[in-house]
């Protein structure tokens, strides 16, 4: 991104499937972190709600232990995909300037076209409280604009903090 503003993408196949995954914009990936979620599950349990979204990233992610952002892809018929993309190096303060902001959108627009994603899920992990602070509220602002910036749909956006995981809003952010 600009001067000092860098994120670090990888990806994980954090879904059980026992195969390789190959995602284009990381490289090869494989199965390396434990899995709680059999991926069989996630492809017969379509994400309709907020409910059932909240509960597969507490089931996924769960309780935050680092600073990043994650990113969940789902079909059109809003089933997880078997990829989940975890960004290292979030900075506490989202873009500041237009380059940066086009820079995010890219990388957004990029991971959903890689993935085949009809839409995304966004986790903002960081260690703290369940209360959003101005910069979780900077950042999900952010991450909203970015993807109507790339077209892309944002499903949901949601907080990892030190005691679980929190809906973040539009209220919260857009107004």
């Known amino acids: ?9 990888r990806c994980s196949n954090r879904l059980d499937t026992g195969e390789r995954v190959d995602a284009a914009w990381t490289g090869a990936v494989s199965n390396s972190i434990g899995m ?13 709600t ?15 232990n680092r600073r990043q952002l994650w990113l969940l892809f789902l079909d059109d018929q809003r089933v997880q995909l078997p990829v989940i993309m975890p960004i290292d190096g979030l900075p506490t303060a989202p873009p500041g300037t237009s380059d940066e902001a086009a ?28 209360e959003l602070t ?27 903090h030190r005691g679980g995981v929190r ?4 209220d919260d952010y857009r107004f």
């Open 134 to 160: 101005p910069s979780d509220v900077a950042w999900a602002r952010s991450l909203h604009e970015a993807c109507d910036a790339a077209a892309v749909q944002l499903r949901a956006l949601l907080l990892s």
């Open 36 to 48: 709680t979620i059999p991926y069989d599950e996630t492809i017969t349990v379509p994400l309709e």
């Open 1 to 9: 991104m600009g001067s000092g503003y860098s994120l670090t993408a």
């Open 50 to 64: 907020d409910a059932l979204i909240q509960q597969r990233v507490a089931d996924l992610i769960g309780r935050a």
């Open 103 to 130: 820079t995010l959108a890219q990388m957004i627009e990029t991971a959903v076209d890689a993935a085949d994603a009809a839409s995304v899920v966004m986790v903002i992990e960081r260690f703290g409280s369940s």
């Open 167 to 170: 809906w973040i809003a539009q």
